[in-house]
Structures are given as C-alpha cells and as structure tokens.
C-alpha cells in the first residue's frame, strides 16, 4: 500500500548549516506530497507541498521537489536557523481520500 | 482568530475514568479529524468525519467515541480510560472532497493517564 519512509532523526546542525531531511515514497499513481512542521508544544502546520511531478513547494527558505524518477521529496534548506528546530513530517494522501499518510517525522535540532 | 482549537489543553485523570475534549474550527471546512501523536511523535489517524458523517474510522477501541453536533465541532469522548491511552490528540480540519487539501491542526490536548 501507499506509504512514506523518513530518515531517522534526530538531525543536529549548526546554525546556518545546510539540511536534508530525505523522504521517499511509494504510491499508486502521482499523489500530491506534502511537509509539515511541528514546532515545540504546537500542533502540526503545513510547510510546503507539491502537487505533480517536478513541482517544487517552497516556504521560508525550504524547498522540496517532486521526484518521481527516485520517488522522493527531500526537503532542503541552505541556512538553518535555530529557531527551525522542530519535527518535519513528510505526508501525501491515501487514494481519493482526505486521509493523509504521515512518515515518522525527523526531529531537527539547530544550536547557536 | 484561532482557527482550530482545542479544549482542554493539558487533562490529567486516573485510569477507569470517562474523559472528553472538544474541538472547533472557524474555517468553515467540511471536513475534521482526530489524529494520537506518541511519545515518539508518530502520529496516527483516528477518526475522519464529513459534514457530521463518519468517513474514517481507524482500528480504534470503541472505548473512543467522536461526535460531530455539527460541521465545525468534533469533540472525542474516551471511555474508561488506560494507561496506554496517554498521548497528545491532535484535532484538524480540511476542506474535504477527497481531495486531500492542506490539512489545519490545532494545539493539541495531552492527556496523562495515572
């Protein structure tokens, strides 16, 4: 069935460090692919999302592009602050459902 | 305006106890859900409803029960409570339609069952 594999945290960089946070995905047909983030005592928020093939979603200066050669959505930043510290769930859809398949979640820790 | 909330934020009860939280959204979404995060954030659909009808519902005990009043309110009510049940429950809202739309959480409850 429909699933999606993160890399296992937790990720701890320095601040303004680069990041990869791999996801990779296996699904029936070309689903719409998602990042959210939960910041520390929060609930979850969409961070970006792509809805076909090649697409890229960027938002606050990260990026992830649609891959369906490698099945992958790695989200990538170029200078990680401290205050992106959080869980980064990778996500898409069940098929022709609102439900939404969630990876494991990469906890990412900045220090000054 | 808080677009989803949730009511309690923090509920701490012992086990064998009948609990419920609540939840609204002022997005106008068709479409709410429960989702329990564990201690290792993994987080797992419970329940999905669509303008007060049922869609999703997850291998869940049927000690929990999610009740739907209307479009905007989802509260989930939790029967005789057990230690395992102790988790942060997340309430979102989409726009629904199958078409897997952005999905809006609130701030979640975290429950402590002693």
């Known amino acids: 069935g429909d699933s999606v594999t993160q890399m296992e945290g937790p990720v701890t960089l320095s601040e303004e460090a680069f990041l990869t946070i791999n996801c990779t995905y296996t699904?029936?047909?070309?689903?719409?692919l998602f990042w959210y983030v939960q910041y520390p005592g929060e609930g979850l928020q969409l961070l970006l999302k792509?809805?076909?093939?090649?697409d890229k979603g960027s938002n606050k200066g990260f990026e992830a592009t649609y891959r369906k050669e490698t099945t992958s959505f790695h989200l990538e930043k170029g200078s990680v602050q401290v205050s992106d510290s959080a869980v980064y769930f990778c996500?898409?859809?069940?098929?022709?459902?609102?439900?939404?398949?969630f990876g494991t979640g990469t906890r990412l820790q900045v220090f000054p | 305006d808080t677009a989803v909330s949730q009511t309690p934020k923090y509920l701490v009860t012992q086990m064998g106890n009948d609990k419920s939280i609540k939840c609204e959204q002022n997005?106008?979404?068709?479409?709410m859900y429960w989702y329990k995060q564990d201690s290792k954030k993994f987080l797992k659909i419970m329940f999905s409803?669509?303008?007060?009808?049922?869609?999703i519902n997850e291998t869940v005990p049927n000690r929990f029960s999610p009740k739907s009043p209307d479009k905007a309110h989802l509260n989930l009510h939790i029967n005789s409570l057990e230690l395992g049940d102790s988790a942060v429950y997340f309430c979102?809202?989409?726009?629904?339609?199958?078409?897997?739309?952005?999905?809006?959480f609130g701030p979640g409850t975290r429950l402590t069952v002693l």
């Open positions: 979102a809202s989409s726009q629904g339609g199958g078409r897997a739309d952005t999905q809006y």
């Open positions: 699904a029936t047909g070309y689903p719409s």
């Open positions: 792509a809805t076909k093939a090649d």
């Open positions: 996500a898409l859809p069940y098929p022709n459902t609102d439900k939404l398949i």
């Open positions: 997005l106008g979404h068709d479409t």
């Open positions: 409803y669509n303008n007060k009808e049922l869609i």
